[in-house]
Every structure is written in structure tokens, then in C-alpha cells.
């Protein structure tokens, strides 16, 4: 079934992984993400793969520096002997789908509706990242379809004068998965009576049902999130991994380093 979805659009294939870094939510911290990065740097090996569980953006200081140094760490992982590409995952998460969703917010049947419950979400400091500001937006959403047209071509374009920032969030995958199906990476969890073709916007919203999983789902090993609603910290039970301790908010950046049969054998914080 793995080999079946290697070339899905919307789901990224770890091959012949021998450990995985798993990167829970950022929330714009573009600091405590360095930190994180040079610890992990000094301790890559061979066979190595990494994933971002979303929320890259939104909330925390500089979404704009967590991209730039997403990139940063890219480069300096793909120059690596026997690297590739699909050796790292960018998965969505609430923030970019919400980021998404302004860029296209004159569609929305109330767009000052929707754009005041996503500024209440943290996506006010991604707005600021990219030069413009919720007041800004309020005028543009409350003014007419044509102005709020011009303002999410200017916050796009914005984006796009970023080297590298839109193709990172117009690329970013649902979920990722090994190859060998034993460990599975969402954002915020999933619906387990639901296949995975099928979980669709469940990776970012379903979060109620993940800490009540009690039986592997789909007979993956571990299924690892990178955000909880409570920001927990970390959390590790039979089945699940959570790895949201608050970043954006006070909180640092966690991450994992996992075998492909779901043992954690090191944690990390910044």
C-alpha cells in the first residue's frame, strides 16, 4: 500500500529511513528553531530523515525567519552525501492552512468573519511578518471585494519576494509516513475510523480523538503530532507521540529522534 502512494501529491514517502527527526510546531519562534537545528546538525548520521509537523508560522515573533532558516537547514542537509529531497517533510498544519485561506479570503462569503476568528488563532503575526497589519486587513475585508482582491496580491506578492517562502508553503504535504508503514507524522492528529486517504483537513483540526487512541491505527507503530490544543509538552503513550510545549507563546520547540519501529531514543528542546 506504501509503494501505492509514494507519488500522492499530498503525502510525503520517508524511504529506507534508519532514524527520523520529528520537529513539532514552531509558531514563528525563527530563534529557538536555530537552536534546535545546530543541535541536530552535530548529531546526523546517515540514513537520517526529518520532519516538520506544521505550524511553522503564525503567533510567535518571525514567521518570516523560520522560513529562512527552514531553508537554511535544507541546504545544509541536502549537501550531505546520499541526501535527497525526499529526505525531509513539510507537513500543513492549522496556521498555513489558515495563511492559505487569507490569500484567497475575497472568496469568502463573510470575509471579515473568517479573517477576525484567524487573527483570534495568531495569524496576526504572520500578517506582520510580510509588512502589512490586521488593521490593514480589517479596511480591506470591510471595503469590497476589488480592495480586499489588491490586499491578498500584496500580501502575496510579499510572500513571493521571499526566496523560497511560497514555494515552502504552497508545497507542503498533509501527512508523511515510512516507507516500510511503521511510523506515521500528522499535525494535530487524525480521525482513526477513517482511512488515511481519506482524513483530509482531519490532520490539523481532529485533535479530540488522538489521545484516546489505543490500538495502532492502520498498523502504524506510532503515529507522531506536532501540535495539541493544550500544548502538553511532550507526551509519549503505546501508540502516539506529542511533541507541543507552547512555542509561540513562552513555550520552546521540541523535537524527537525516532526509529522506524516508534523507540524515542533522544529528545530535544529549545
Not at 490586521?134 to 480592495?147: D, I, L, S
Not at 480521525?191 to 488515511?196: C, I, N, S, Y
Request: hydrophobic letters at 40%; glycine letters at 10%.
Amino acid at each position: 500500500m506504501a509503494e501505492q502512494r509514494t507519488d500522492h501529491k499530498h503525502f510525503a514517502v520517508l524511504k529506507k529511513a534508519r532514524r527520523v527527526w520529528a520537529i513539532g510546531s514552531i509558531h514563528g519562534e525563527a530563534e529557538r528553531l536555530q537552536g534546535l537545528h545546530r543541535r541536530i546538525e552535530d548529531a546526523l548520521e546517515p540514513g537520517d530523515r526529518v520532519v516538520y509537523c506544521g505550524n511553522l508560522i503564525g503567533r510567535g515573533p518571525d514567521a518570516g525567519g523560520v522560513l529562512d532558516e527552514l531553508l537554511r537547514f535544507r541546504r545544509l542537509f541536502l549537501a550531505r552525501s546520499e541526501s535527497f529531497a525526499c529526505d525531509m517533510a513539510y507537513l500543513r498544519g492549522g496556521q498555513e492552512e489558515m495563511w492559505q485561506k487569507l490569500l484567497q479570503l475575497q472568496f469568502a462569503s463573510d470575509p471579515r468573519g473568517v479573517l477576525e476568528w484567524m487573527l483570534e488563532q495568531g495569524l496576526d503575526a504572520s500578517i506582520a511578518a510580510y509588512g502589512e497589519t490586521p488593521e490593514g486587513a480589517r479596511r480591506a475585508a470591510g471595503a469590497g471585494t476589488m480592495q480586499l482582491t489588491r490586499w491578498t496580491g500584496a500580501l502575496r506578492k510579499a510572500m513571493q519576494d521571499r526566496p523560497g517562502h511560497y514555494q515552502i508553503i504552497s508545497g507542503l504535504r498533509r501527512a508523511a509516513f515510512t516507507q516500510e508503514r511503521t511510523l506515521l507524522f500528522v499535525n494535530a492528529g487524525l480521525d482513526p475510523t477513517r482511512p488515511l486517504d481519506s482524513q483530509k483537513d482531519s490532520f490539523w483540526w481532529s485533535s479530540g480523538a488522538f489521545s484516546r487512541m489505543e490500538e495502532p491505527y492502520e498498523g502504524f507503530k506510532r503515529v507522531i503530532r506536532g501540535y495539541a490544543p493544550r500544548h502538553p509538552g511532550l507526551v509519549e503513550t503505546a501508540h502516539t507521540l506529542t511533541l507541543d510545549a507552547d512555542a509561540g507563546r513562552g513555550g520552546p520547540v521540541l523535537a524527537a529522534l525516532i526509529l522506524p519501529e516508534g523507540e524515542v531514543v533522544e529528545t530535544l528542546e529549545a
